[in-house]
């Protein structure tokens, strides 16, 4: 699964600590999940896409050679 | 929303990690205190002391305890750290697993101080636990 979460935290200049704590996860995790190292739950996922009010497929998309 | 840069960890990491310390330096006073009464009983034919009882006592509270922390603070992870926790707690399940069948087999052959060894088996399960983690979440970065 990649992601263009980093894209949509930049517009809202916030940092990943702040995502973090908007989402209630750790700065790492969103760092984790920004660079493609940790696919969040999807219950997680509806969590950030909420956030940003999009859709879970506006930021992340399933990459089948991934 | 406190301030904060792409350095600085989130509000909610830090009082999480601020709670397992305090949880954390609380089972350490108390498995402190376990060492300090013994680290094993001396039973002779007359039966366990007053010491023994208390250091059998004091020691599995402490042991209590820091099963409990290791509890809670997988509840107070988030779904990263927790699958992070899962996974070393796989690993170190089955090296304890090995260790107890082999010190079990080395008892039966008679070749070893069972009390001893289940001593270092159970300490050496949370270092390993502790590193796993550890060496996961660098590996994850």
Same mark, same amino acid.
């Given at each position: 699964?990649?992601?263009?979460?980093?894209?949509?935290?930049?517009?809202?200049?916030?940092?990943? $600590?702040?995502?973090?704590?908007?989402?209630?996860?750790?700065?790492?995790?969103?760092? $984790?999940?920004?660079?493609?190292?940790?696919?969040?739950?999807?219950?997680? $996922?509806?969590?950030? $896409?909420?956030?940003?009010?999009?859709?879970?497929?506006?930021?992340?998309?399933?990459?089948?050679?991934? | %929303?406190?301030? #904060?840069? +792409?350095?600085? &960890?989130? @509000?909610?990491?830090?009082?999480?990690?601020?709670?397992?310390? /305090?949880?954390?330096?609380?089972?350490?006073?108390?498995?402190?205190?376990?060492?300090?009464?013994?680290?094993?009983?001396?039973?002779? #034919?007359?039966?366990? #002391? %007053?010491?023994?009882?208390?250091?059998?006592?004091? #020691?599995?509270?402490?042991?209590?305890?820091?099963?409990?922390?290791?509890?809670?603070?997988?509840?107070?992870?988030?779904? /990263?750290? !927790?699958?992070?926790?899962? !996974?070393?707690?796989?690993?170190?399940?089955?090296?304890?697993?090995?260790?107890?069948? @082999?010190? &079990?087999?080395?008892?039966?052959?008679?070749?070893? +101080?069972?009390?001893?060894?289940?001593?270092?088996?159970?300490?050496?399960?949370?270092?390993?636990?502790?590193?796993?983690? !550890?060496?996961?979440?660098?590996?994850?970065?």
């Amino acid at each position: 699964v990649t992601n263009i979460l980093r894209q949509f935290r930049v517009e809202h200049k916030w940092s990943q $600590a702040e995502l973090g704590d908007r989402l209630g996860v750790s700065r790492q995790t969103i760092n $984790a999940i920004e660079t493609g190292r940790y696919d969040p739950s999807l219950p997680l $996922a509806f969590k950030i $896409a909420g956030l940003f009010g999009k859709s879970i497929e506006d930021i992340f998309v399933f990459d089948s050679n991934s | %929303m406190n301030k #904060s840069t +792409n350095h600085l &960890e989130s @509000t909610n990491e830090i009082k999480r990690r601020k709670t397992n310390l /305090r949880d954390g330096l609380a089972v350490g006073v108390i498995l402190l205190a376990a060492l300090l009464v013994g680290s094993a009983p001396q039973v002779d #034919s007359v039966g366990p #002391s %007053m010491r023994d009882i208390a250091w059998a006592a004091i #020691s599995y509270v402490g042991v209590l305890a820091l099963l409990l922390v290791s509890y809670l603070g997988y509840r107070r992870a988030d779904e /990263r750290q !927790k699958h992070i926790q899962l !996974k070393a707690a796989a690993v170190t399940f089955l090296v304890v697993m090995l260790g107890l069948f @082999t010190a &079990e087999m080395l008892y039966a052959l008679n070749g070893i +101080n069972l009390n001893s060894v289940i001593q270092i088996l159970f300490i050496g399960s949370i270092v390993l636990w502790t590193m796993l983690q !550890k060496l996961i979440e660098y590996r994850s970065r």
